[in-house]
C-alpha cells in the first residue's frame, strides 16, 4: 500500500465534523508520527497533545477506531493487522470533555482525582529524622500502581463512566486509592477506601476495559477488587454489592453451587424479592426457565453438594481469613 | 477430541437450554465433552471481592481434578472461562504452592497441565469443517454479534483473538449461512455483573444493545456468553420498560444458532426456554425449527 487514509474528528469549539487526510504510507510509523506528518505538512489546524514521545507521560493518548491507545507507542502496521488497510479512524479519548480536536480537558478529572484523598499520612513510627522506608517486597505491592502516568486511556472506554460519572469515577482514581491503601507505611489505608466507598467502589461492571487499555499494564479493575476486599474485612459489609458478591461465596462453600434462587433475596432481601422482583420471577416461571418446585426446593434447601465437598470446604475454610 | 467439560452453574440452572444445546452441538460435531466430577463455582467474578485466596483456591481444585482426567478443559461461559484462565495464570506464576500446600490436604495437585479453553473458539477454529455439516442455512437471518465483555477481555488472559476486532463470531454466523450484523455495543457490557449494585446502569446497557440491533434490522442478538444471555433476555423486558417501549429482540446462545443450522431440534435447543421467543426469526429464516 502507498497510502494511509485517516479520519480525524475535529471540533472547534463548535462545529464537529470528520475529516479526511491521506499521507505516504512508511513501514514501521506511530501513531503519533502520522498526526505530527499532517500537522507539520498538511493542516496546522489540527490539534492534539503529545510530549515525551517514549510513553511515559501519558499526552497523547487518543482512540483509534474506538480503541484508546497512546498514540506514540502503537504502530500503525498492527493496527493495520487488525482493521485491514481502510482508513483509521481517530476520536479523542472517551469519557472526557473536549477541548479542540483531539485534545480532553483534565482540570474536572484531576478535581475527581482528589476525592481518592491521595497522599500519604505515614505511620507515627516514621519522621523525617528516621525516614519513612519499606520492605521491598511491600514496596513491590503498589509498584504496579504507582506506574500510573495519568493518560486516562482507561477511563475512555469504562463502560460504568460511560453510561454515568455521577456515581462512579474514573477507573485510574481508584488505582491512585489503592496505591495509597495498599501502602506498609501508611497510618490510614482506610480512608482511602472508604472515600471510594463514597463514589462507586461497588458499581463497577467488571467489563475489563481498564485493565485492557492501561498502556503501563496496571489493572483498576485489580485495584477496585482488592479495596472492596479491604472494606469487607474491615466490617462494611452492608449493600447489595457486598451482599451479592458474599451469597456467591457462601453458596461456594455450602454446595459448592450457584443457589439463584436465594441470591435475589440475599442480595436485596426478602421484601424485595418477594415484590420489586416478581415480575422477573413470574416470567422465569411462565418460560419454564425454573420450576416452581424446584424454585421452592431451592429457597427451602439447597442445591446438592458436588461430589467431595468435605473436601471443597477443607480447602476453602483453609483459606478463610478469620472473622 | 476429548475434552474435560465445565459447565459452570449457570448452565446448570437458567441457561440448561445452553447445556442441552452444547452437549448436542459437540456430539454433531465429534467433540466428546466430560463432564469434571465435583466441579465447584468459579467465583463468576465476585468472589475474590470478599475472599480472593477462596476464588483461588477454589479453581486450582477446579483445574486439578480436569487434570486427573488428563484433559484439557472447555467451557461454554465466558466468565468461567476467564476466571479459570485468570487463575491457572496466577498459580503458574508463583501461586501454585501455596495453591498445592492447601490441595495436598485432600489429595490433589495443580500441575497446570490442562489448558483452558471456550467452546466459542473450538466452534471457530472449526467452522470451515462443520459448514459442510450445515442441514439448514441460516440464509435470511441477520445476526448481530455480542461478544460479552469476559470472551475477549482482558486479551493478556483471553488471547484467542484481536480484543479490538475479534472475528470468530461472525466467522461462525457465515459458517451457519447467516449474515452478521454489525452494532456499536458489539463489544461492550451487557451490565449483568453488577446488575444489582448498579441496576439503573446495566438495564440501560441491556436497553442500549438491544435498540441497536432493533435499528439495525438484526433478527436477533447472539452471545457465547450464558451471562449476557441471561442479561439480554431474562432482563429485556425490564430494560425495554425502562426505555420506553423500543422493539423486543430475541437473543440466541451461540451454540443454538450453530444447532439450528446442523439440525437439532427445538427441543434439543430449549428454544421455548427464553424470554424473547427466537423461534418465530428463526422458523422465518429456514423453514421449520424442528
Redesign the interface.
Known sequence: MDTLTFLIDRFDGTDSWRQRYEIPYKPGMTVLACLIHIKERLDPTLNFTASCRSAICGACAVRV?G?ALLACDTMVDNLLR??GEGALGVSPLGNARVVSDLVVAWEEKVERLRLARPGLDAKPEFSAQKGCRQAPADMQAIARQWDCILCGSCASEC??LT??EK??LEPFIFTHAARYAGDSRSAVPMRHVEAMLEH?L????????C??KCPKHI?PGEDI??M??MA?EAGHTD????R???A??T???AT???N?VKLVPR??GLVSAATKHL??TL??FA????GVVEAARLFMADNPP????D??R???A????PS | MKYAFFPG??L???AKEALSSTLAVAEKLGMELVEI?????C????????????A???NA?NLALAENMGLPVVTACSTCALMLRQARATLLAGAMGRANA??A????RFTGASEVVHFLWLLADASEQWTRKVERPLDHLRVAPFYG??TV???EIMGYE????PQSLERIIRACGATPVAIPERL??C?F??V???EH??M??TASAVTSAARAGADCLLTPCPLCHMQLD??Q??ALSAACGETPVPVLHLVQLVGQALGLTAKTMGL????VDARPVLKAAAGSCG
Open positions: 477506531n480503541h487488525i482493521w463502560n460504568k453510561d454515568s456515581d462512579f462507586g461497588w458499581k463497577c461492571v467488571h467489563c475489563m476495559e485493565v485492557t489493572r477488587a482488592a472492596r476486599h469487607v449493600g447489595p454489592g457486598p451479592h458478591a458474599e456467591f461465596r453458596d461456594l462453600g459448592g453451587r450457584l439463584e442480595t436485596e415480575p422477573f416470567r422465569m418460560k419454564g426457565k425454573l458436588v461430589e467431595n465437598i473436601g471443597l477443607k480447602v476453602l483453609a483459606e478463610r481469613s | 452453574c449457570v446448570h440452572a437458567a466430577p465435583g466441579w465447584s463455582c467465583g463468576a467474578s465476585h468472589v475474590q471481592d470478599v475472599d480472593p485466596e477462596a483461588l483456591v477454589a481444585r492447601r490441595l490436604e485432600i489429595g490433589l465483555c469476559h477481555r482482558p486479551p484481536s480484543h479490538l476486532n461492550r457490557c451490565g455483573h453488577a444489582f449494585p448498579a446502569t446495566a440501560r446497557m431474562m432482563y423486558p425490564d421455548g426456554r427464553h424470554i
